[in-house]
């Protein structure tokens, strides 16, 4: 079955720490790779995507992702986190197999101490 | 910027009761979804919408059903509540056919006594 696995449930740093969130996916075909995050009270909302191209992609505040293939990976990473990137942060693929179809991950909990 | 809003923030119904949620998106899309977000289990695809009239099971439809009867509003049905629906439901909607971005609206709390 298709699945996304988020290694991380919660994720406690420190400002100024670097972030890498790990995200896999099980499919052997196309796919379009999306982040996103929840701020506490906010609506769910895009970080960045990956459709083709460019496998390192650069979403908003500072975020990005790399796509690797053969690893059937996408992990999120940022340099330096803020208090302001405590959120939770979901990794959903869209896979096509006669229609296409959209799954989630469990998503992370990220906790920035200041 | 795209808007999805659901009809209630927050819902506490009685286990039996026929639930009606309800999604409105203002950017003309096509595709229209709904999930529901538990924790640990992240999201879970309820149905969703490619068009008018059109729908198709998600991951765990069993419990719901749905209406789409115009274009810019989608409504999720719970026939008779469970207390295991006790949950947050997310509305989203994207434009493209084929797995674009989806915007989603604040969420349903629902709870089932």
């Known amino acids: 079955a298709q699945s996304v696995s988020q290694h991380n449930h919660h994720v406690i740093l420190s400002e100024a720490a670097s972030l890498e969130l790990g995200c896999n996916y099980s499919?052997?075909?196309?796919?379009?790779l999306f982040w996103y995050v929840q701020y506490p009270g906010q609506h769910l909302q895009l970080l960045l995507k990956y459709f083709s191209g460019d496998p390192l992609v650069k979403g908003i505040k500072g975020f990005e992702a790399e796509f690797i293939k053969s690893k059937f990976s996408f992990n999120l990473r940022k340099p330096s986190v803020q208090w302001s990137d405590t959120a939770e942060y979901f990794c959903?693929?869209?896979?096509?197999?006669?229609?296409?179809?959209?799954?989630f991950g469990a998503g992370t909990r990220l906790f920035v101490k200041a | 910027d795209v808007k999805v809003t659901q009809s209630s923030r927050y819902l506490v119904k009685r286990t039996g009761e026929k639930v009606f949620l309800e999604c409105v998106q203002d950017m003309d899309h096509e595709n229209m979804f709904w999930y529901r977000q538990d924790p640990g289990l992240g999201l879970r695809l309820i149905y969703f919408s490619y068009d008018v009239k059109m729908k198709e099971k998600g991951d765990i439809p069993e419990g719901y059903s749905v209406s789409r009867e115009k274009k810019e509003r989608f409504s999720l049905i719970l026939e008779s509540a469970s207390t295991n629906q006790t949950s947050m439901y997310l509305c989203?909607?994207?434009?493209?056919?084929?797995?674009?971005?989806?915007?989603f609206g604040p969420g349903t709390r629902l709870t089932v006594l």
């Open positions: 959903a693929v869209i896979t096509y197999t006669g229609g296409f179809k959209t799954i």
């Open positions: 989203a909607s994207s434009s493209q056919k084929w797995g674009g971005e989806q915007f």
């Open positions: 499919y052997g075909g196309t796919v379009n």
